[in-house]
């Protein structure tokens, strides 16, 4: 960590740079609550998010832009924590690490897989961490389909189908209604980012792709319903979708094993707790009511499987692990890199 600057000793200092959904509800609140971090700095020039953030964190200082953080940056952090649109990722990465300061990107990691070639390659020329926000790996339902899956309870997977699907035509934040794929825009980059890889750390390497990346609203910039097929190196094969038009959800997660299968329905409880003002320390945060734990077995003789809690909490566990004691970071960023890679395979695959 960063010497510089006097504060507490073993606190992590940390400026967070945008208050969107992504800064307000999936990092904020987790640094907020996690002892051995300082939330610092919020970058947001918009009026009612500073006002958000200054009744939410009464004791931090707002900035208007980046390039007010990072002027006294080296003095006053040691994390930075990049919560803005996908186009700013690496320039605003390249700063940090300029500034001799450790990052969180949240995913996507890049938009170009040069991009995340170069940063990989600065930080570990500066001995500095680098890590991607991929929440995802710690949801409920996610936690305990690794868990079965080590424990051989499903036997030989074959097919793995997962969906991220709703319906909310028109709708979506500003930036979003207006990048194409060439700015990170489009549920692949969005959502994509998410599937891929869940896909990639449960079943690995990726021999073959197929996809079908559709705009289906008039005028859309980029895709917004997209169906992705990957062959694993293993003989997994995993059916994705992701879709902000689709009328009825499918299965969050169907998982079809030599042995048995295990679905589920619907979105992990964490995000939806945290918009309404949650906090991850609330009683039973990240829990999963009985009557939403997915069903494991055979037809006829389907049981519902308990599901573990989510814990986004993790994530900045694992990043004040690496940055105070030397522990492993959360994410590889390899791992992002590769998403970003198979990202890049698919839109190039079907322009």
Request: overall charge negative.
């Amino acid at each position: 960590m960063s010497s510089q600057g006097s504060h507490e000793p073993g606190l992590i200092r940390t400026g967070v740079i945008g208050y969107g959904l992504s800064g307000r509800v999936f990092h904020t609140p987790f640094l907020a609550a996690h002892p051995e971090f300082a939330l610092d700095t919020i970058v947001t020039a918009d009026a009612d998010r500073r006002g958000q953030a200054a009744a939410q964190h009464p004791s931090v200082r707002l900035v208007n832009t980046a390039d007010e953080l990072l002027t006294d940056a080296a003095a006053r952090l040691d994390l930075i924590v990049i919560a803005s649109p996908p186009a700013t990722h690496a320039p605003l990465a390249h700063a940090a690490l300029d500034a001799g300061i450790a990052v969180v990107i949240d995913k996507p990691f890049a938009v170009t897989a040069d991009d995340g070639r170069e940063l990989i390659a600065k930080a570990e020329r500066l001995g500095l961490s680098l890590t991607v926000f991929q929440n995802r790996r710690w949801d409920g339902d996610f936690l305990t389909l690794q868990a079965l899956i080590a424990a051989g309870r499903l036997g030989e997977v074959r097919r793995f189908e997962s969906r991220f699907e709703w319906f909310k035509p028109g709708q979506g934040k500003a930036w979003k209604a207006a990048a194409t794929p060439r700015e990170g825009g489009g549920v692949l980059y969005d959502l994509g980012a998410h599937l891929l890889d869940q896909a990639l750390v449960l079943f690995g390497p990726v021999d073959d792709v197929y996809a079908e990346v559709l705009t289906r609203q008039p005028g859309g910039p980029a895709d917004d319903d997209t169906f992705v097929a990957l062959q694993h190196a293993n003989g997994v094969r995993s059916h994705l979708w992701m879709n902000g038009l689709t009328g009825q959800k499918g299965p969050r997660f169907r998982v079809l094993g030599s042995a048995a299968a295990y679905t589920t329905w619907g979105l992990d409880s964490q995000e939806p707790a945290l918009k309404v003002g949650g906090a991850p320390t609330d009683p039973g945060f990240g829990e999963v009511p009985h009557d939403r734990w997915g069903l494991l077995g055979l037809d006829g003789a389907l049981v519902p499987e308990p599901t573990r809690p989510g814990n986004y909490a993790a994530f900045y566990e694992g990043v004040a692990d690496a940055l105070l004691r030397g522990g492993t970071l959360p994410v590889d960023p390899r791992d992002s890199l590769r998403v970003i890679e198979l990202i890049e395979r698919i839109h190039d695959g079907s322009r």
